[in-house]
């Protein structure tokens, strides 16, 4: 979270000004190239934010294939990650390898249609929680909220190396399509002098769906790059909705000092 939660001090004073408000909401949308009309939820519990984040899963088959690369992938000599997870790091051979990776396939199938995953040995990515969650009769709005960061998410626990990409947006909208088949409308909010915004466009985050280490199939990755928007940014937001209260740097210092 950080002195300038962006959750806190960006998000949340968003939703409030635009949840259940026809005429901001339609503002907010204007910010972000390509978004049509919407018709705004009109129901608290279609809002998820804060502390109230929506939690998705990944899907089943991204985790079985996060197996594969595990039971596959180099590791040097570990400890303390549990026998059975140690057998699939390739410690105790590739007989015990071969035999901890079936049994982490059985245990995914049969965990997996319980409404949260377990922290588990066999699982390697848990659920993604985006910043805005909002699900109108026929839609999603995804949105990823950035402020201070020096960069967009591109790792996970266990996509931490050097050659390892896992990108936080894909991750939201494939989770989304997991949980829904309501057409998804994902997009980014950044801060106007974000040293990083030439990676927020289409066409980057096309490469970066062809950069994912488990790769996606064809179809799948199809539905992802027709769900992403882009990015708008806080600024924008502001000029279209002058009323809404976000607090500046300077100004969270004086409350916090």
Not at 195 to 218: G, M, S, V
Request: glycine letters at 6%.
């Amino acid at each position: 979270m950080g002195r300038y939660d962006s959750s806190k001090y960006r998000v949340v004073p968003l939703v409030e000004a635009i949840k259940k408000n026809q005429k901001n909401f339609e503002a907010f949308l204007k910010t972000v190239e390509g978004l049509p009309a919407l018709i705004c939820p009109m129901e608290d519990e279609a809002y998820f934010y804060g502390d109230h984040e929506k939690h998705l899963k990944p899907s089943k088959e991204h985790l079985r294939n996060l197996v594969r690369y595990i039971a596959a992938k180099k590791f040097d000599r570990v400890s303390g990650a549990g026998k059975k997870r140690e057998a699939l790091y390739g410690m105790y051979g590739d007989v015990e390898r071969e035999k901890a990776k079936n049994e982490a396939f059985a245990c995914i199938d049969a965990v997996y249609d319980e409404p949260m995953l377990p922290k588990a040995w066999y699982i390697f990515e848990g659920a993604t929680n985006p910043d805005i969650y909002m699900e109108g009769e026929d839609y999603i709005i995804l949105c990823e909220g950035k402020w201070t960061e020096s960069h967009i998410t591109e790792k996970t626990t266990h996509l931490q190396g050097k050659d390892e990409q896992r990108n936080q947006m894909i991750r939201h909208i494939q989770g989304a399509l997991c949980a829904t088949d309501k057409k998804i409308y994902a997009f980014y909010i950044v801060d106007e002098n974000c040293t990083y915004k030439e990676q927020l466009t289409a066409q980057a985050f096309a490469e970066q769906l062809e950069n994912e280490t488990i790769r996606i199939d064809e179809k799948e990755k199809k539905k992802i790059l027709s769900a992403f928007y882009g990015y708008t940014t806080w600024q924008k937001i502001k000029e279209v909705l002058p009323l809404v209260q976000f607090l500046s740097r300077e100004e969270i210092d004086r409350i916090k000092s």
